[in-house]
């Protein structure tokens, strides 16, 4: 997708020097990216503490269950 936009200029130096990426389109999709990983990562650790473990799962032998059905 090809769109215009105005970057601040002292923002995009900094980040080329951070990150030793050559150009500003390899620069937005590194950041793109980054963003993305990031509110994932906050969606799961907003979880943190909402689930329920079940102290007596036992993943072993769940596995042997499973394969015995096979």
Do not use: C, P, W, Y
Not at 5 to 27: F, G, H, M
Request: proline residues 0%; aromatic residues 2%.
């Amino acid at each position: 997708m090809r769109t215009n936009i105005d970057l601040d200029e002292a923002l995009v130096k900094e980040a080329l020097e951070l990150t030793q990426v050559s150009t500003k389109k390899e620069l937005v999709h590194l950041a793109l990216q980054e963003l993305i990983r990031s509110r994932k990562k906050k969606s799961l650790l907003d979880l943190a503490g909402q689930i329920q473990l079940d102290e007596d799962f036992d993943l072993d032998q769940m596995r042997k269950n499973r394969h015995a059905a096979d």
